[in-house]
């Protein structure tokens, strides 16, 4: 098993804290967001792990991972930044992870037990977490369906009410290289244009209108999105209260 952590994109939302720096190295509570995930992985059992690059790239090298370059980052988005790193996919079953969200190092094991072809966790108690990021968390919440085999039904529209959001998609997934296959597939007969903006959410959606089976893991709490320098600074306030907290992942 490996893990690819996509850390390509600038991350313009976190304001001037990703003037100079990519978003992964954001400080939450003493460490960056890229270390909190490499040493989550490592202590799930994975010892290679790949960081895709692209803005400030010279600032993401270290012994401890292999790098992928994005050199199109600007102009493309997540998925295309996956297929910089298809070497390991085509080859490997692989933990992919955003660069922006931490984890409990067991929400890791629970996705690598998964024999689906494409899996994807999300958390079943997103709501106490969203309550705290905003005012009204329907505003950024996204459905969320799956089926009596834990297969994923629908995910990414936006909705009023709560019937349709059973937990909320954290951006950690994992694929098997028949699973790869099946995308790379489906990428190859996707325009370039419509390649290069889309993101992974969009990409689990179009899948699904495919026919290709999505496996679901659910977790409760135990890990955090850092979107925006509100987020960081909410965050960094609710450790002080340690186990007070349903997603402390326990420093």
Known sequence: MRAIILAAGRGSRMGKATDR?????????????LQWQLDA?????IKKVAVVRGYQSQLLKDSGYVVFDNPRW??????????????WLDSFPCIVSYSDI???PRAVEALMKSEGLLSITYDRLWYSLWKERFADPLSDAE???????GA???????RSTLDSIEGQYMGLLKFRPEGWARVKSFLDKTPPAQKDALDMTGLLRRL???GMKISTVPVEGGWCEVDNEKDLSMYERKLQFKGLWAHDWRF
């Open 152 to 158: 994923l039904l629908e995910i990414g529209e936006r």
């Open 143 to 149: 459905t969320f369906r799956t089926g009596e085999d």
């Open 102 to 104: 931490v984890y409990h």
């Open 208 to 210: 699904l209108g495919e």
């Open 74 to 87: 600007a102009e493309t988005n997540m998925v295309m930044s996956l297929t910089c790193a298809e070497v």
């Open 41 to 45: 992985l490592r202590q799930a059992g």
């Open 21 to 33: 720096q990519p978003k992964c190295l954001t400080v939450l509570a003493g460490k960056s967001l």
